[in-house]
């Protein structure tokens, strides 16, 4: 069982990065991390990929009822989604210190999706700042890269090895690891077109999005998102971008691709992370509509301007 700190103190918040080897570990340390939980009455989140899920429900027995469980491969899909579902979670239990378990990285995401979790993985620090939380993030040193490994010594101010819970020498702050996540986006295969528009073309930028898609893999629905997701992008470009933008679109071997270039800024890191409140007139409500409907979602934002890579799979 894994002695972590407590996170009964108002404000605080603890996230430990725990490397595992095999099966019996991660049981040991993820169910132990749980059982510790419900044994204090805290309420429990565990997001994880499905068969781990599967394996620690069973490790658990009668009290595996007592926590929240969610596939994060299915959650997690896109990793700009994971952070409000975490803060909803945390926000239905206000007043106790909520326990939460998130693993965004597995062996088979592709290198784009492990940047963005990543990225992810350090706005945790910025977004549960003060909030009174312990997210345990798993990382399976055998099936992942030794890269991945080094990264959440950055991401995460502990680390737990060998049932011992220390501070990680490495750990640097968000800023730091969200710059070194804004890598060079690759060029497609084959090129592709760009699509200028301005004030007064949103819609022509829909009919572009939809005739295109409708000689792509896409099915009706998964259609029907990314036009929706670009036509948000596209409006965004007009209001907070310069009045103006480019897309391009291309195919890839698992669905669509959408980038959606501009003179916009990206001034707050955590914009459409968090869930927009209902009253607000903006609140990055665009960008969170982009993320829900998208697979993945790539952000890059420069002194030149921002840049959003938009992708839908075919399924």
């Given at each position: 069982?894994?002695?972590?700190?407590?996170?009964?103190?108002?404000?605080?918040?603890?996230?430990?990065?725990?490397?595992?080897?095999?099966?019996?570990?991660?049981?040991a340390?993820?169910?132990?991390?749980?059982?510790?939980?419900?044994?204090?009455?805290?309420?429990?989140?565990?997001?994880?990929?499905?068969?781990?899920?599967?394996?620690?429900?069973?490790?658990?027995?009668a009290?595996?009822?007592a926590?929240?469980?969610?596939?994060?491969?299915?959650?997690?899909?896109?990793?700009?989604?994971?952070?409000?579902?975490?803060?909803?979670?945390?926000?239905?239990?206000?007043?106790?210190?909520?326990?939460?378990?998130?693993?965004?990285?597995?062996?088979?995401?592709?290198?784009?999706?492990?940047?963005?979790?990543?990225?992810?993985?350090?706005?945790i620090?910025t977004?549960?700042?003060g909030?009174?939380?312990?997210?345990?993030?798993?990382?399976?040193?055998?099936g992942?890269?030794?890269?991945?490994?080094?990264?959440?010594?950055?991401?995460?101010?502990?680390?737990?090895?060998?049932?011992?819970?220390?501070?990680?020498?490495?750990?640097?702050?968000?800023?730091?690891?969200?710059?070194?996540?804004?890598?060079?986006?690759?060029?497609?295969?084959?090129g592709?077109?760009?699509?200028?528009?301005?004030?007064?073309?949103?819609?022509e930028?829909?009919?572009?999005?939809?005739?295109?898609?409708?000689?792509?893999?896409?099915?009706?629905?998964?259609?029907?998102?990314?036009?929706?997701?670009?036509?948000?992008?596209?409006?965004?470009?007009?209001?907070?971008?310069?009045?103006?933008?480019?897309?391009?679109?291309?195919?890839?071997?698992?669905?669509?691709?959408?980038?959606?270039?501009?003179?916009?800024r990206?001034?707050?890191?955590?914009?459409?992370?968090?869930?927009?409140?209902?009253?607000?007139?903006?609140?990055?409500?665009?960008?969170?509509?982009?993320?829900?409907?998208?697979?993945l979602?790539?952000i890059?934002?420069?002194?030149?301007?921002?840049?959003?890579?938009?992708?839908?799979?075919?399924?």
């Amino acid at each position: 069982m894994i002695n972590l700190p407590a996170c009964n103190t108002p404000g605080a918040f603890v996230h430990p990065a725990l490397f595992y080897q095999g099966q019996a570990e991660y049981l040991a340390g993820v169910g132990g991390f749980v059982r510790t939980a419900l044994e204090a009455d805290e309420p429990v989140l565990v997001a994880v990929p499905g068969p781990r899920l599967d394996a620690l429900r069973e490790s658990l027995d009668a009290t595996a009822a007592a926590v929240t469980w969610t596939d994060m491969t299915q959650l997690g899909r896109n990793p700009g989604r994971i952070l409000a579902a975490l803060h909803d979670f945390a926000d239905r239990h206000v007043g106790r210190p909520a326990r939460i378990v998130g693993e965004p990285i597995w062996a088979g995401r592709s290198q784009a999706e492990v940047t963005e979790a990543t990225r992810h993985e350090a706005l945790i620090n910025t977004a549960f700042a003060g909030r009174q939380a312990t997210i345990l993030c798993p990382y399976d040193v055998l099936g992942l890269s030794a890269a991945v490994v080094s990264d959440a010594r950055r991401t995460h101010p502990t680390v737990v090895e060998e049932g011992k819970d220390l501070p990680s020498p490495e750990h640097v702050d968000a800023s730091s690891v969200c710059t070194d996540c804004d890598l060079p986006l690759p060029e497609p295969d084959g090129g592709a077109s760009w699509f200028p528009y301005t004030h007064g073309e949103l819609g022509e930028v829909r009919s572009y999005v939809e005739a295109w898609a409708r000689g792509s893999a896409l099915n009706a629905a998964r259609r029907g998102d990314l036009v929706l997701a670009v036509s948000e992008a596209a409006a965004n470009s007009l209001a907070h971008g310069g009045g103006r933008g480019r897309l391009r679109l291309w195919s890839t071997g698992a669905g669509a691709v959408a980038e959606i270039r501009d003179d916009g800024r990206l001034a707050d890191p955590l914009a459409g992370r968090r869930r927009p409140a209902l009253a607000s007139a903006n609140g990055g409500r665009g960008l969170w509509m982009i993320h829900q409907l998208c697979d993945l979602v790539e952000i890059r934002a420069s002194d030149s301007g921002l840049t959003l890579r938009l992708h839908t799979a075919t399924s």
